[in-house]
């Protein structure tokens, strides 16, 4: 696959916060979908997550500009996204839904994709084959979409998204129903794309694709901002729930005794007898500094350390609890 | 123990044999349809040709009496020829066939309003919510299916044709006190049950191929309404315009109409009656009430053809789960 | 325990594709996970298990029934949960159960009772009088997979269940899944796009391409160690931990955000201690290296033909 060419800046000035929601309201008659929402995206790679009716799909359609805030002010780029047609030559959107013209071929689909763009015919169709080539549909173009396997018809979607070459990528549920070897090369694309200094902002339910492509994440949950940042400092200050580190060591109940006598442990419990141990902290960090010079006690060799909720399913499952 | 596993519990009961399948389906499906309210209310209409039936049977067997309680309706009758009235029943298999014509026209004029109600989601609303799977990876072939539809516009249909029709028969017979009305009119029991039988297979499968057609039930319902009126008309414009013996075939209704006066032979009760009328109008009568333009295997040629037509579409509409995605 | 299913030489086409190629395994009871790219023929696979389709070629049993012969009867002990979204038209959630109870053969007073069962089971409380319609996604699935086990099937097939589900529902589900698979004693045929799905809930896989079987076997056996090779991941800056260690005589190499730390034999694990001691670094993670289930099945995939 051809390597993703670093953007140059063309258009609005080169601006830190990407994608801006300043205190963006959003309700349908009654239901509320954003709740005095405000945050300021950086570039890169974004993680857009929560659970059913958090309002994820109402944050993309008010970035994208398809709908206009009840309240409060989004800005994409530095410039407003409403009734600003000019603003989508710098967005890319892949939406969920699956809508294709089922009788063009993949190549007919894209290259007028990218002539709604604004690009001749003969520059949509260059475009058009270098997106599809970057998603590994070229073996594939100039079949009938109506032929196409779900992971196609998504690596095409992903393909329309990125064939005008955007500076902001919105990608929702960009994954889904692809195969594990799909799965991989797509993951290698976007996270080439926030590599080469575009911001993507993908939204999606399925936690661990996620942190597969990025530890920067934004979270809702009820149209209210719960968290946004690096899953690790997140967790960090989760105070709630104690850190859980399992550590497996051959004379688990001697370092268990050594352990016992420190402050920042909270708990220790004794798993399965297998020499493992589970420990609870508050203080992360003064606990693990502390395990080297520990480990290298006489006989007190750690052989495994590992957390089971230091990533982001437990800090979904912590913040987002009903 | 003192505490239950709350859990999942396995079963070990019975299961029954697939053969009975069709009869599991064709009841969902009539408990569906009779919660609907205008389906009630026609088919409690529906029932009024019956009670007609059975009004002027019971009639016509209290005359056949030259019973006391017919005495005040004979005032009505006086214009019937003196023959009808000095022996009624030699009359009576005319009389009989000719109620059961009638019948039987306002009969399929009420199955196809029923088909109507009764019969556009049956596929199509399986289509749009994708149930096939659900019903096809179960212990279930093409055929239970399809007869488990078909068998919810058949109960339908009987308890508004057949049902009331046999019940009507039983009621004449009842007031003719005579037996040997069971030997002359016997043909007409037996023809009423078929009839039932012919229209609700041409009907019902016509309309479940329609249904398979699309995934919206108002548009089959369309398609039928089309059927039953751009067919007739059709045959209207036809006779008026060539006035041509084998015109109304090409109406849908008067093809079923066609075939039940074959079976209840109403030629020949028209042909006794036509003996009261002038000579001059006896052969017009016999063509518009008899119906007898043209030979009644084409109406049931016609009707076969749109069985098998039915039977393809269905068979292409709806594949069970064998078939590359 | 015998066989849950097992297939000899099964080969379908249709018309110029060859979904299954001589296709032959035997898998035993339990958790089975059914990984494979697409168009490898893990549709075609479920349905021939399904008795909906004849093959071409070859033969197989189905808890021991023969596929070619008792196509009815196999699935009175098979329940399926397809992978799009279905559900039967205008009618409540326990009406749906109770009728897919009634398709499979119960008399109606035993599938009313089961359905309310399976539906404890699955957590539909007092959503199960409502029309199926209103459901969320989670829900829909869940009411499938109650229809799919409410005649208390042997084997249960789920094509992937997990589509599309939040965070929450897929827990719930995988959850279910796996009480049912090691708990309550059906053998489970669970396939999947999401490979860590398939690990929380399968202990044995089998992975197809090209119609073929590429591998199979459990994922415990399949996973391999790799002596002396190590995944660590440090808070911080990792380049003075790996320098550090490369000095003393071992290699890394970097994956993700941890570190494959490849000790030579003649050291023992403490050097690795010794380095975050002596740099000053955290080590938040260590475990001896085993392959992914992520690797293994790509490792399948790419043998050639």
Request: aromatic content about 8%; glycine content about 8%.
């Amino acid at each position: 696959m051809d390597p993703i060419p670093t953007c140059e800046v063309v258009g609005p000035a080169e601006v830190e916060t990407v994608v801006e929601f300043r205190a963006v309201s959003k309700w349908y008659g009654n239901v509320i979908g954003l709740n005095k929402l405000s945050t300021r995206i950086p570039r890169g790679v974004i993680g857009l997550l929560g659970p059913n009716g958090a309002g994820k799909s109402t944050f993309l359609q008010l970035a994208t500009g398809q709908l206009y805030p009840s309240q409060g002010a989004v800005r994409v780029l530095g410039q407003p996204v409403w009734n600003n047609p000019g603003i989508n030559r710098f967005i890319g959107l892949c939406p969920e839904q699956d809508a294709f013209y089922e009788w063009m071929t993949g190549m007919d689909f894209v290259s007028t994709c990218a002539r709604l763009n604004g690009m001749g015919r003969a520059k949509a169709r260059a475009a058009a084959e270098k997106a599809l080539g970057l998603v590994g549909m070229t073996p594939n173009m100039n079949r009938a979409i109506r032929g196409y396997s779900k992971g196609m018809r998504q690596r095409t979607k992903l393909a329309q998204a990125l064939v005008h070459e955007p500076r902001v990528l919105f990608l929702d549920e960009p994954l889904s129903g692809t195969d594990p070897i799909a799965r991989r090369d797509l993951i290698d694309v976007i996270r080439d794309m926030g590599a080469a200094g575009r911001s993507v902002l993908v939204s999606s339910h399925v936690l661990h694709e996620v942190q597969a492509l990025t530890s920067n994440i934004v979270l809702l949950h009820r149209g209210r901002l719960v968290a946004e940042g690096n899953v690790r400092e997140i967790r960090d200050l989760i105070d709630k729930h104690p850190h859980h580190i399992v550590l497996v060591c051959d004379r688990c109940r001697a370092l268990a005794s050594r352990l016992a006598s420190c402050e920042d442990v909270d708990g220790i419990q004794f798993l399965d007898a297998e020499s493992r141990l589970l420990v609870q902290t508050r203080k992360p960090d003064t606990f693990y500094a502390r395990l080297p010079a520990l480990s290298l006690e006489d006989g007190l060799a750690i052989r495994e350390v590992y957390s089971e909720d230091d990533n982001l399913e437990a800090v979904f499952k912590y913040l987002v609890t009903k | 123990m003192p505490i239950f596993d709350q859990g999942y519990q396995h079963w070990h009961g019975e299961l029954s044999s697939h053969a009975w399948r069709w009869l599991t389906i064709a009841r969902h499906g009539v408990r569906a349809q009779f919660k609907n309210r205008w389906t009630r209310i026609v088919v409690l209409l529906a029932w009024l040709p019956a009670v007609a039936l059975a009004g002027v049977l019971v009639i016509w067997g209290l005359i056949e009496q030259k019973s006391s309680l017919v005495e005040p309706l004979m005032a009505l009758f006086t214009g019937l020829p003196e023959e009808l009235k000095a022996s009624p029943k030699t009359y009576r298999i005319s009389i009989w066939t000719i109620s059961y014509q009638y019948f039987f026209q306002w009969e399929v004029f009420f199955s196809m309003i029923l088909i109507i109600l009764v019969g556009p989601g049956l596929i199509s609303r399986d289509l749009r919510f994708n149930a096939i799977p659900l019903y096809f990876s179960r212990q279930l072939r093409r055929i239970d299916y399809f007869i488990g539809k078909l068998g919810v516009i058949g109960f339908v249909l009987g308890i508004v044709a057949v049902g009331p029709a046999i019940l009507a028969y039983l009621l004449g017979m009842c007031f003719s006190v005579d037996l040997s009305i069971v030997k002359d009119t016997a043909r007409l029991f037996f023809a009423s049950i078929a009839y039932g039988m012919i229209v609700v297979i041409s009907g019902g499968t016509l309309m479940l191929a329609m249904s398979s057609l699309s995934r919206n039930s108002r548009y089959v319902g369309v398609i039928w309404i089309g059927i039953w009126f751009i067919s007739s008309t059709v045959a209207g414009v036809l006779t008026g315009l060539l006035r041509r013996d084998w015109c109304p075939i090409f109406s849908y209704t008067a093809n079923l109409l066609r075939v039940s006066d074959a079976l209840l032979d109403t030629g020949s009760a028209w042909a006794r009656f036509a003996q009261f009328f002038p000579a001059q109008q006896r052969e017009q009568l016999l063509k518009a009430l008899g119906n007898t333009g043209y030979p009644w295997y084409w109406s049931a040629l016609v009707l076969t053809g749109l069985l098998g037509i039915s039977v393809w579409i269905l068979s292409l509409r709806v594949k069970s789960l064998d078939r590359l995605k | 325990m015998g066989d849950l299913f097992e297939l000899n030489n099964v080969t379908k086409t249709y018309g110029r594709v060859t979904a299954l190629r001589d296709l032959s395994i035997a898998v035993p009871e339990g958790a089975i996970g059914l990984l494979g790219p697409n168009g490898a023929g893990k549709t075609t696979m479920i349905r021939t298990l399904l008795g909906l389709i004849k093959i071409d070629k070859g033969g197989g049993t189905v808890l021991g029934m023969d596929i070619g012969t008792r196509q009815l009867d196999i699935r009175q002990s098979v329940g399926f949960v397809p992978e799009d979204e279905c559900l039967f038209p205008a009618v409540v959630g326990i009406e749906f159960v109770t009728y897919a109870g009634e398709l499979a053969g119960m008399s109606r007073k035993d599938a009313m009772q089961r359905a309310h069962e399976v539906l404890n089971y699955v957590s539909l409380g007092e959503a199960r009088y409502r029309p199926v319609e209103s459901y969320s996604t989670g829900m829909k699935q869940r009411i499938k997979l109650a229809s799919a086990i409410v005649h208390d099937p042997r084997l249960l097939i789920l094509d992937e269940p997990t589509n599309g589900m939040d965070p929450a529902g897929r827990d719930e589900l995988l959850e279910l899944s796996r009480d049912l698979a090691h708990n309550k004693g059906m053998s489970l045929l669970f396939s999947s796009h999401l490979l860590p799905d398939v690990e929380t809930v399968c202990d044995y896989i089998m992975v197809l391409g090209r119609g073929r079987l590429l591998a199979k076997g459990l994922i415990q056996d399949l996973k391999r160690a790799h002596e002396c090779v190590y995944e660590v991941r440090i808070k911080d800056d990792r380049e003075g931990f790996a320098h550090y260690l490369t000095k003393h005589g071992c290699s890394t190499e970097s994956k993700d955000d941890s570190l494959l730390v490849t000790v030579p034999r003649d050291r023992s694990q403490d050097i690795l201690w010794h380095a975050a001691r002596d740099s000053g670094h955290q080590i938040r993670f260590l475990k001896p290296r085993r392959s992914t289930l992520e690797e293994v099945f790509f490792a399948a995939v790419a043998e050639p033909d």
